[in-house]
């Protein structure tokens, strides 16, 4: 046999509906099945969610304090103020360089660079 040769396993819908069946009675675990049966993991979960059976897949449950929720609310207050005060930062920087581009235009300068020079200004 060469290295890259590989089993490929195809298991029949019976064979697919039992393990789920095994799963809904609670009989064995998910991951008993898999090494009773030597099925990947993964692919007991492409089953639970080709037959659309949402309920043998694993809940994830996030437990807050109040602290906690009040403290993620302030932080999210505090990010959009950060970004408001950014936007206006940048657009106060794009009016400055344009009020400078018209007064290099009026004053005869080739460009903002030269009167940046002229004026001192540092870039």
């Not at 492409?46 to 906690?68: A, F, G, P, Q, S």
């Not at 009016?95 to 940046?116: F, R, T």
């Amino acid at each position: 046999m060469y290295r890259n040769d590989k089993v490929i396993r195809r298991y029949s819908e019976p064979f697919k509906l039992k393990i789920l069946a095994e799963l809904t009675i609670g009989k064995h675990t998910k991951s008993e099945l898999c090494k009773l049966y030597s099925i990947a993991p993964t692919t007991v979960n492409v089953w639970i969610k080709k037959y659309n059976r949402k309920d043998l897949m694993n809940t994830r449950v996030k437990v807050e304090t109040k602290d906690e929720i009040s403290r993620i609310k302030t932080l999210q207050k505090e990010v959009e103020q950060l970004k408001k005060l950014l936007l206006k930062k940048d657009l106060d920087a794009m009016v400055q360089d344009c009020y400078l581009e018209v007064a290099a235009e009026d004053l005869g300068y080739k460009s903002v660079s030269e009167l940046k020079k002229k004026l001192n200004i540092k870039p």
